[in-house]
């Protein structure tokens, strides 16, 4: 008995209307594919969070850079100034102030640069201000004080600032103690900005949907905190 092998015509051409559906088929599924590729990326939303601890006491100033990118973001003065009329009688001035650089704004409100609590978040919705950022001050050595950063612990700056001409939202963290009403001391303990532009970051988050943290910062570099005399 005759046995036949499988029949494998060669030189098949499928028709021009099933070429055409199979076409279509494989574009619609093709899409398909890449949508929900699109759908499994994971967020590029990520918290740089360096922690640092440095001081600054009477008539010193600090640099931040957020970013590393050595381009000084904000300036901290803790200013100190005497004056003394021509009978010898004198007065002291002490003031604590953040100065965001360039178009750079703070999380202000009508009573200075605002001592945001952990959780907060810091984002588009919030109102900004540029320039001189008050903090906390006082008059001569009594017990005269103002400022909503007079004796806080933990509380945070509110930072908008640009990075390759894109919008970044980041904190500062710090530790406020007043004697007197001439003698401020200010502790920064750690910064962090989302690298996500226009994506809000929570006061106090050091991590989101993945996390790097640098380095304590080195010192002699424009990419760390600089401290010293005005």
């Given at each position: 008995?005759?046995?036949?092998?499988?029949?494998?015509?060669?030189?098949?051409?499928?028709?021009?209307?099933?070429?055409?559906?199979?076409?279509?088929?494989?574009?619609?599924?093709?899409?398909?594919?890449?949508?929900?590729?699109?759908?499994?990326?994971?967020?590029?939303?990520?918290?740089?969070?360096?922690?640092?601890?440095?001081?600054?006491?009477?008539?010193?100033?600090?640099?931040?850079?957020?970013?590393?990118?050595?381009?000084?973001?904000?300036?901290?003065?803790?200013?100190?100034?005497?004056?003394?009329?021509?009978?010898?009688?004198?007065?002291?001035?002490?003031?604590?102030?953040?100065?965001?650089?360039?178009?750079?704004?703070?999380?202000y409100n009508v009573f200075g640069a605002v001592a945001m609590k952990s959780g907060m978040g810091i984002g588009?919705?919030?109102?900004?201000?540029?320039?001189?950022?008050?903090?906390?001050?006082?008059?001569?050595?009594?017990?005269?004080?103002?400022?909503?950063?007079?004796?806080?612990?933990?509380?945070?700056?509110?930072?908008?600032?640009?990075?390759?001409g894109q919008t970044h939202y980041g904190w500062v963290r710090m530790t406020v103690q007043t004697q007197g009403?001439?003698?401020?001391?200010?502790?920064?303990?750690?910064?962090?900005?989302?690298?996500?532009?226009?994506?809000?970051?929570?006061?106090?988050?050091?991590?989101?949907?993945?996390?790097?943290?640098?380095?304590?910062?080195?010192?002699?570099?424009?990419?760390?905190?600089?401290?010293g005399k005005r």
């Amino acid at each position: 008995m005759k046995k036949f092998g499988k029949f494998r015509p060669k030189g098949h051409i499928l028709s021009e209307a099933l070429q055409r559906r199979l076409n279509v088929y494989a574009l619609t599924a093709g899409a398909a594919g890449v949508s929900l590729l699109a759908m499994a990326q994971p967020s590029s939303a990520e918290i740089i969070y360096t922690a640092t601890n440095r001081t600054l006491t009477k008539d010193a100033t600090l640099y931040l850079d957020l970013n590393h990118d050595k381009t000084i973001d904000l300036v901290i003065e803790n200013r100190f100034q005497e004056f003394c009329n021509i009978f010898g009688s004198c007065r002291t001035y002490a003031s604590l102030v953040a100065l965001p650089q360039g178009t750079n704004e703070l999380v202000y409100n009508v009573f200075g640069a605002v001592a945001m609590k952990s959780g907060m978040g810091i984002g588009p919705r919030d109102a900004f201000k540029g320039g001189n950022g008050l903090m906390a001050e006082g008059i001569n050595s009594g017990t005269h004080v103002s400022g909503t950063w007079v004796n806080v612990a933990n509380r945070y700056l509110g930072l908008k600032f640009t990075i390759n001409g894109q919008t970044h939202y980041g904190w500062v963290r710090m530790t406020v103690q007043t004697q007197g009403g001439d003698t401020i001391t200010a502790t920064v303990t750690g910064y962090a900005y989302e690298c996500l532009p226009n994506t809000p970051i929570t006061a106090g988050k050091t991590s989101g949907a993945s996390v790097a943290e640098s380095s304590n910062d080195a010192t002699g570099t424009l990419g760390s905190l600089a401290l010293g005399k005005r």
